[in-house]
């Protein structure tokens, strides 16, 4: 048997000790805290839970008939009419027992592909999908509707159902339209078009090689051009649809032929206002068949009590197909259906409702004090909307449903926070909202804590309560150092102080810009938060900094394919200055290709296919009739760089610097040598595991690199509170952070340091070579941007907090921090009193993010052998919750080598 | 009308690709479950007048009712509960 790295190192009298802060029991400890929801939500979740991912073709089928017969008319209104014609002929789907109703697309977990977006895939996989379509249709069902690894994820074809991308099912029967509505996009779609053009970039061959080489993740124009930004309700809420349809009228005339100083753009507002009509019109329908279904539901119903829930949901949706909401279960009604509307607009992640409980509270208060409800009522809705926001898929490309968003659709409600006056903005609503995500503990929405010391103590306990359930959420997120970034950030384009507060989490982790509105009800007026910005997660997405490091190692070329990514710099690399240094030059070179290569996309997108829906409701586009791309928004300066594997890069740069340049322990080349031989280890893909510990060494090693691996291992790792490792990550972050602003997005603004990993440092780690810092081929960088490296924070977890806070958090849109913590490290109310202290230390000391996976790493262990017996077990992933059992294995070996703390 | 099964009725309001939830008796059903004597056709646009199948493929047709030209293809199996122009057969 060959040995593994854990082995090998215990027999060198170093084990890997992945527990800190004392031992864990030995039997498996689950999580202390364990709620229920209401029996409502117990019935529809069990559905949820037996529910595969599915997708048909009702709305690309009316889109693309609608788009095809007006090639003539101005692309702006094309685009509304495809999106009116493919809202009104949405198929309603209403389960028994649901109170807030509306879906994607026809199933419980529906969705759709979007061939103007793109339609490479299927065309790539035309034939194969055909066969499949033809060699189905055999087997039984029941066979394959057991779950297990893969959870509602439909990882292959089986019966009459075609597995796309590994992730979503569709019926044999529509295979063939796909292919045919796919075919209608060929050379028109934001992809092919955007491919074409960005060709024109004179780098472009650097860019096709840094794609290719898994150096950058993915292109941002027509993947995901959407999302990572904060909703907003304010409009439908306080005009409704009707509201607002006479708005918009009355403007339109208004604009009409006017240009009004603007000889450019000014005259296009009459066509934005056109657009703007017809995708109202198109909602409007929408809500009214919900409607009809609900009352055709109604007059089927024997049971009297199931036969009057169906009355109620259909006067609140005929309401709504009109009027204003006037009541809380109709904004929430209006406020869940909005959000639905925006996401089948493009293929969208981590489009965020935001500070909900905030928007929602006027409804809320009103209605208390009347006696039109009560708090449980409130729950029952609250833990149902957990519901709704769970079954959200999105249907993008492979890569990036599995590879980046691990099937997560980033719909983060933030909580806490200042209000307009600066004073805490935590009302009743919001510990309702705190306790529904205890009762439901699902993905969605994840909740983002703006933690201020202003917020109220017993608030924060709650949240701790929360965390202990073992869901991820809600995590920290600093306030005033958001505030800072948005001040910085958008000040330029008239950010205030006042507004600043009102920000929030777009994504799983992504500062957004808001705003508050006037919002009346009943003749009382609220100032309400709610987004106001661009996307805040596009650009250049995903540049993985250990493979840079390769490349300046090895000449420009990338050691996994042996191409040449780079133009040589043909450097000698004699001291760590200038390894630093051509680092950074190689950095530039990448972001810059990207940045004008995913300029183009976006502005393909901006051309052909711009938001409608979404722009409609964010401001001030109503007011000013541009839409996102005239820059309508009243934030524009949102776009990107976004960074993967930084921890891993610094370790690296730690142990180079350490080994190479300082103690002259080993030269250049011999590293380099022992790191393109994998230190005599297999590669993780040959041994299955893609965790630094379970790797074997090659049968008939000689153990010649054992020594000298040993040392990188053993060099200055950050998470130690160790300056040595610490500064090169300040180094980096006061390069990285500036150099941003070097680059500028289409929408002529500077752009800024995003750092999150998503799930790229799985997908990334396993095409990347042995690093310096002793972790082997094609295992899981760090996980996020601050985390330690699994096992390597050997120093208690308040070290680890000074490590992750050397650098100004305010430079960036964020930091990621995940510590796993064992459950019974902070059981009781103890524990929970000794975790919001390690919080507010590491809140003060200026860190931006932290978030915690209480978990045992024996449950972990044991659910990746008996996945069978975890379908509803939940972790912390980079910024979002999953079901264990719906993310990749790379991500999963990462989490259970990751560091667990026993003690803090 | 043959070959009808859960999947063809009004009162299946489909859950995932394979099954749904049969509105009369409250169950989860598999989708290509044989009918029941409760049954009653949802609109697809199989039924409808305006549909002509496609000659070699099963799974295609045209919607007479499209008003470009050519005319605009349509897939039997696509509901049609919203479909402004669909005539039952
Ligand atoms: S009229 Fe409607 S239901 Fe009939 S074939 Fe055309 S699209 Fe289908």
Known sequence: MPKTLKEVLAEAGSPMDFESGGHSPKEMVDREVKREPHARVVKLKDIYMDTLSSANNEFPYWYTREYVQHDTEIPVVRRAMSLKSAFSHSTPVIYPGELLVTHKAAFFRGSFPMPWLSEGYYMAKEDELYQEALKHGSASADEHTKFGQGGGNVVESFDKVISIAGKFGMRQEEIPALLKLAKAWVGKSVDDLGHKYEQMVPDYAVKEALMRNVICMFDSGYTLPQGREVINYYYPLEYGIDGLLDMAEELKAKVAGRADGDGIKGTNRLFNYEAIILSLEGLKTWFENYGKEARRLESIEKDAGQKAEYAEIAERLEWLSHGKPRTFAEAFQMMLTIHLAVLNEDAISGMAPGRIAQVLYPYFEQDIAAGRTNEDEVMELLELYRLSMSSIDCFASTGVVGGVLSGNTFNTVSIGGLNKDGGHAVNRLEYLLLEAGLNNPMPQPTLALLYDEKLPEDFLLLAMECIKTGVGYPAFMNNQIGMTFMLGQYGPEGMTAEEARSWAIGGCLESSPCCWKPLHLNGKEYFVPGGAGQPTSVGVHFLAMPKILEAVLWNGVDQRTGEQVFAPHDRKLATYDELFDQFKLYWQKAVDVLALTNNIQHDIWRKNNMAVITSMLKPDCLDRGHLIDEKGYRYNATFNVESAGTITCVNSLAAIKKLVYEDKAVSLDELKTAIKDNFGFKTAEEVNSFSLSDQEQRDGDTGKWDKLHFMCLQAPKYGNDDIFADQILLDWENFFCPDCRNYESLYAHTMYPCQISVSTHGAMGSATIASGDGRLAGTTFADASLSAFPGTDRSGVYALLNSAAIWDHSMSQNSQLNVKIHPSAIQGPSGSRKLLDLIQAYMRKGGFHIQFNVVDTKVLKDAQKNPQNYRDLMVRVAGFTQYWVEIGKPVQDELIARTEYEGI | ?89
Do not use: W
């Not at chain 2, 009712?65 to 039997?76: I, L, R």
């Open chain 2, 1 to 89: 009308m043959t070959n009808l099964n859960c999947r063809d009725c009004r009162d299946f309001a489909p859950i995932d690709v394979v099954k749904g939830v049969c509105h009369i008796t409250k169950t989860t059903v598999l989708g290509d479950a044989e009918q029941c004597g409760d049954f009653s056709m949802m609109p697809k646009c199989k039924h409808c007048s305006q549909f002509t199948a496609d000659a070699e493929t099963v799974e295609m047709g045209v919607c007479q009712a499209s008003t470009m030209e050519p005319k605009f293809f349509a897939f039997p199996d696509m509901v049609s509960v919203t479909c402004e122009y669909y005539e039952q057969n």
